[in-house]
């Protein structure tokens, strides 16, 4: 049996606005085995520099991922849609295990087989040092809670 993973393409601006808010739930629960499954087993990734090919690789980076970007929170936002695909942009906040903390800002070029699987993740990232006090993403961690304001609303 096909593993499927609503919403499906073709995406309309609610369900491609869903499927980021369920991408941005899942990386935000920091759980590499829960988030890997929304990837088809022979996804194809370009994260920074590096290359993943299969679930099993992507669920490896997640996991290497987290455990050196502490206090992990994401927010992301759509950009664009059309048919299958999706464009995203996002920013996150982390600490390094020596206390410093950063804001990572990125662009994300999605593509979905017909299972709502994703197939391709083409991401850009660039690492800015701040301050614990320049921080703007304070909410126990998981989920951000609805109400917290997305990236316009914060001015990034």
Known sequence: MSE?????PPFTRESATEKVRLAEDGWNSRDAAKVAKAYSLDTRWRNRA????????????????????LEYRLIKE???????????????????DSGHWFR?????????DDN????????????LP???AERKFHWPQ???????????????
Do not use: C
Request: no cysteine.
């Open 4 to 8: 499927v993973r609503h919403p499906l």
């Open 50 to 69: 590096e290359f993943v090919v299969g679930r099993d690789q992507a669920e490896a980076f997640l996991s290497r991922k987290w455990h050196k970007e």
């Open 78 to 96: 759509l950009w664009a849609f059309d048919g299958n695909r999706i464009a995203v942009r996002y920013a996150y906040e982390w600490r390094d």
């Open 104 to 112: 990572s800002y990125g662009n994300e070029n999605w593509e979905f």
């Open 116 to 127: 709502g699987l994703m197939i391709n993740r083409y991401a850009s990232i660039n690492d």
């Open 130 to 132: 701040i301050t614990e």
């Open 142 to 156: 998981g989920r951000r809670p609805d109400d917290h304001p997305g990236l316009s609303e914060l001015g990034l």
